[in-house]
């Protein structure tokens, strides 16, 4: 299930996709959220919107287009943001 917002244009907007336990703590695959200017700020709405994901965001990787990012890296509008929480096994 991908979820957009009808109101925000595309230019505006971040791609979402969540990866294993963070997919089911969402509820969702993925989505389309208003852009943020930081990953901290990305995820603060992310857990705004989805509560479920409070368990396990603060143990996930965050990736902005395909590069691990913290709290205070840069997110572009038009990003493809991953959240990947930790992997078991190997």
């Given at each position: 299930?991908h979820t957009q917002r009808p109101d925000v244009g595309a ?80």
């Open positions: 299930m230019s505006e907007t971040v791609t979402v996709r969540y990866w294993a336990g963070a997919r089911a703590a969402a509820g969702v695959d993925g989505e389309t959220v208003p852009a943020e200017a930081t990953v901290g700020a990305l995820t603060a709405r992310l857990l705004a919107a989805r509560p479920g994901l409070a368990a396990v965001l603060p143990v996930c990787t965050v990736l902005v287009d395909g590069l691990a990012s913290g709290p205070d890296d840069a997110v572009r509008a038009g990003s493809a943001v991953e959240v990947l929480p930790p992997f078991a096994g190997g």
